[in-house]
């Protein structure tokens, strides 16, 4: 079993629709927990940051982690075009970072 | 404010060719790292530094090496390039410690013919 399992996509959806990704991990020991944005032919950047389980929302993204089943989502609603874009997701024990494999989402007009 | 920069953009090398990728930063991070990403493989760690005159091993070191002589810069080089180096190489920095949130430069496309 991989570390890190992220379903690659392209998942598809038409503007305003509610987008859900998610992650999967087997360490018990990660405790941080991020979902990067990557646009096409740029690198990746921040989008959420979460330590621990619970819900952490910003505008219209929401990250959700449930330590106890190693399950990570990100939520986005009311979706828009300039969303689409590959979304990694990426935690932590210690000084280095594992990443998923990423998943594009595509959000048509 | 820059970030993180990363020269050149693009390169193609032939098979055996000796280069060097390019990484600086101005936010006085401690922690950087290069990592390597190919397609719909996400992102593999290459190698990291946690300080000048510190580097270490990632998931992939194999056909690169690293330095860090200043806090700024933190040069890749790959000393006889193969086919199974194309990909694209982001450098990324970080304060460190248990604050994981990368700041990651625009990347490198490299091909090896």
Redesign the interface.
């Known amino acids: 079993q991989k570390e890190v399992e ?1 379903d ?1 996509g392209p998942l598809s959806v038409p503007e305003g629709a509610i987008v859900s990704l998610n992650c999967t991990y087997s360490n018990s020991a990660f405790q ?1 927990f ?1 979902w ?1 944005r990557q646009y096409s ?6 989008l959420m ?1 979460t330590y621990s389980s619970g819900n952490k929302e910003d505008g219209r993204f929401t990250a959700q982690v449930d330590k106890s089943s190693k399950y990570i989502s990100l939520f986005i609603r009311d979706s828009q075009p300039s969303d689409s874009a590959t979304y ?1 997701c ?1 935690m ?1 024990a210690a ?3 594992t ?4 998943t594009m989402l595509l959000v048509s007009p | 404010n820059a970030g ?1 920069t990363q020269t050149p953009k693009f390169r193609i090398l032939k098979i055996g060719q000796s280069m060097t990728l390019q990484c600086t930063q101005d936010m006085n991070h401690n ?1 950087m ?1 290069w990592y390597r990403q190919d397609p ?4 593999k ?1 290459i190698y ?1 530094s ?1 300080g000048a005159g510190i580097t270490d091993k ?1 998931e992939v070191p194999n056909g690169y090496n690293v330095s860090r002589s200043t806090t700024e810069d933190f040069p890749l080089r790959l000393e006889l390039a193969a086919p199974s180096q194309t990909s694209v190489y ?1 450098c ?1 920095s970080t304060w ?1 410690g ?1 604050d ?8 490198t496309q490299l091909s090896v013919l």
Do not use: D, I, N
């Open positions: 992220q690659p941080y991020m990067y032919r740029k690198g990746p950047e921040l940051y990694l990426a932590s000084r280095t970072l990443f998923g494999k990423g | 993180v922690y790292y719909g493989m996400g992102l760690l990291y946690v990632g982001f990324a460190g248990r994981e949130k990368l700041f990651f430069g625009s990347g």
